[in-house]
């Protein structure tokens, strides 16, 4: 049995991660999921790993609270280590039976100390602090703390809400200062754009001359985005691509290692295992590399030590030699491979784009003629790559209760640069799981339930594209 390229325990789903580099090792604390009624608390569970493609499940890292203690759902925060040695757990305390003055489950920032190496930890609920006058007790959570060198402070960044204006634009991320890590002080707050609904999961770091950060929104769409500033006080401003992924991958944070910045974050699961299926929480654990562009934005693809690991040729037949051509300046035309794909697998392709061409792309799991499939689209009138299928949703048998009206399957959509020449799209696929990267700038992940097997194949639409190369590759590992 193959390696799986995306880490989920046997037991459960992988919620939020909490990523920490200790030694050249990736500690990977996750809110782990179970899905089981009566609902259970939440857990910090932890996973390990040096290269990005082998993963070490170590369990339950911090227990959660029982059933009459504030933090029965024990949910994300962060972890750093002082000037001593000693590491510092911070993470939100929730509990359903702990109402705040609102109504709503009361949130909780409260803290765990580790003195052997993260191999354990001690919680102080003596600690526990809620949020003040101003704020929606409900939201406040997430604490991230990062080291101010410039001012000795260690500054918490808390996704929070104000308790007035309009519902949707109360988002805020709130911060509080300390000496000691023991006792915060609330401050003015990090970020107030009053724009969403609430700014999850905050993630600041420095890379060179530039500070990040990093924030998951959930009001017009469910998106992690980054913003940037040449000092941790702002001003911030927004780059151009400011998304991490797309829909499918969700509550990304980060951590460095050799001058290189790695995003972790989960790819949700479906409801009923199907393409059709709602969005759930929780999923299926992925990274991303960052790569800091000259003008200090960031392009998001596959880390090399992730493509290196698919070493085995896997043989594609086209019925036209390559490189092949595609030119069909009013019309479409597709061509499919001979052989099946695996289920798990690595593909590259690289586009030369002629202008004015409409669209192209890669057909996944496609049946022989092409006509039904995944498909990954390059649109470059639009400067977009979208995730498609056929056939889409039916409502009935007639030609109107076809989804046709849909463009791409909705959520799945990311803006990119696509002038015309040459692009490389990359995907990996691992069972239901497929992640498309574009130049090693633009990510967008996506669940394929519904046709476990196909082949591959390439097509344009409207213009003229030669495939210069298409490779794929598998894992040979047991």
Known sequence: MKRSVFFQPTDGWVGDLIPFEKDGEFWLFYLHEER??????????????????????????????????????????????????????????????????DGAPLQLVMHATSTDGMRSWTKHPELTFGAPEGYESGDWRDPFVFRDEASGLWRMLIAARHSGGPERRRGVIAQCVSRDLMTWDYADPFWDPRRYITHECP??????????????????????????????????????????????????????????????????????????????WAGTMSVLEARQNPDGTLGFGFADELVDSFWEDVPVTLPVPMPATLDVPDNYSAIVSDEELPSQFYAKAVFDIAPNTTECGLLLRSSDDGDISYV???????????????????????QWQVSGDVPFDIALERPCHLAAGKHTLEVMVDGDTCVAVVDRQVALSARIYDRPNGRIGVFAGEGAVTIAELEIRQRTDN
Request: hydrophobic share 30%; charged share 25%.
């Open 203 to 280: 993630d600041v770091f420095q890379w060179g001359d530039w500070w990040y950060m990093v924030y998951s929104e959930f009001s017009e769409s469910f998106t992690t985005r980054y913003r940037m500033a040449k000092s941790p006080d702002g001003p911030w401003s927004v780059p151009e691509l400011d998304s991490i992924d797309g829909r499918a991958f969700y509550a990304s944070k980060s951590a460095g290692r050799d001058d290189r910045r790695f995003f972790f974050g989960w790819i949700a699961s479906k409801e009923g295992n199907t393409d059709d299926g709602a969005w759930q």
């Open 36 to 101: 089981s009624e009566p609902k259970p608390g939440t857990a910090w569970n932890l996973v390990t790993t040096k290269d990005l493609t082998q993963f070490e499940n170590h369990g339950v890292a911090l227990p959660h609270g029982n059933e009459d203690e504030p933090d029965f759902n024990a949910y994300t925060g962060s972890v750093i280590v002082d000037g001593d040695g000693t590491h510092h757990l911070f993470y939100t305390g929730q509990n359903p039976r702990n109402l705040g003055p």
């Open 376 to 398: 990954l689209r390059l649109e470059p009138k639009r400067g977009r790559l979208v995730f498609d299928r056929w056939p889409r949703e039916l409502t009935g048998d007639a």
